[in-house]
């Protein structure tokens, strides 16, 4: 059972200042009051990061090559202009727990989660997931998430994201 949750909000003026030094897409620098965690005791993660619109959602979450990799798409977008220097008008909070991860192996063994102290994440947007003229399309990136080896060489039209830090 899925526990992946989010939330939209308009960015405060805290917000701003943990971000002001960020892209979209980006995680907050450790320490401030919007840092993203993962809870080693009960395996919960929340990952905060700005974005210029209420428009976005997250799709699929995967750990490859001990990096998780979080999918996100945009709900009207048929763009492909770039977001991560747009205004940082929104932040979205995300929450997932290890069993939300995909894995190339999954159902095979059990999810690792990397065992230092920071966890390396990317937050991967591409218009191609939700253009209506591509359906479809998601399949096919899932499946380059899937397979590590195809990864290579595999970049989206928007990327930010960060470290995390694992507590207790």
């Known amino acids: 059972m899925s526990n ?11 917000q701003l200042n943990d971000f002001s030094t960020k892209k979209n897409l980006d995680l907050a620098k450790k320490n401030s009051g919007s840092t993203s965690y993962y809870n080693h005791n009960n395996g ?14 997250p799709e699929d979450i995967f750990l490859v090559k001990n990096t998780i990799w ?11 202009s770039a977001r991560d220097n747009q205004k940082k008008d929104y932040v979205m909070t995300l929450s997932f727990n290890k069993e939300d991860i995909l894995t190339p192996e999954k159902g095979e063994e059990e999810i ?13 947007y591409d218009n191609r ?12 990136i899932t499946n380059h998430f899937k397979n590590p080896k195809e990864m290579e ?3 989206p039209n928007d990327h930010g994201g960060g470290i995390i830090i694992k507590i207790p």
């Open 4 to 14: 992946k949750s989010y939330s939209i909000r308009q960015t405060t003026s805290n």
């Open 44 to 57: 919960e993660f929340k990952l905060v990061f700005p974005i210029p619109d209420n428009l976005f959602r």
């Open 70 to 80: 979080i999918l996100i798409s945009h709900v009207n977008s048929t763009s492909d």
């Open 112 to 124: 690792l989660i990397p065992t230092s102290k920071e966890i390396n994440c990317v937050i991967y």
């Open 129 to 140: 997931i939700n253009s209506k003229w591509k359906r479809g399309t998601i399949e096919k």
């Open 153 to 155: 060489g595999f970049e």
